[in-house]
């Protein structure tokens, strides 16, 4: 069984900065892409960053700029740093992969989430 667990979130300032770990662990043969989204109740699932797995990165506009998607592929880990926080960026943070778990069999998988507030 695969598991993404995410660590790295908490309270800090609006202008100050985070970053979050999204390790998986598990039986993976290798993992494609990577993704970042946010959830603000109410509202749908955002797709912030993505990167593959040869480091390929994209962003959505509403973090282009202050936030950075990095991996250690010998850790499967991804990574997202977060700079020039905003009190907008308050959400529940998700990792998301695309795990190769055997030679031919690709799965999605989702991390639980870890909350970012930001306020002063």
């Known amino acids: 069984q695969v598991q993404l667990v995410e660590s790295g979130g908490g309270l800090v300032q609006p202008g100050g900065s985070l970053r979050l770990s999204c390790a998986a662990s598990g039986i993976i043969f290798s993992i494609n892409t990577m993704r970042w989204y946010r959830q603000v109740p109410g509202k749908q699932r955002e797709l912030l960053a993505d990167?593959?797995?040869?480091?390929?990165?994209s962003y959505a506009d509403s973090v282009k700029g202050r936030f950075t998607i990095s991996r250690d592929n010998a850790k499967n880990t991804v990574y997202l740093q977060m700079n020039s926080l905003k009190p907008e960026d308050t959400a529940v943070y998700y990792c998301n992969a695309d795990i190769i778990e055997a030679a031919t069999m690709m799965v999605n998988y989702w991390g639980q989430g870890t909350q970012v507030t930001v306020s002063s």
């Open positions: 990167i593959s797995s040869g480091g390929s990165t």
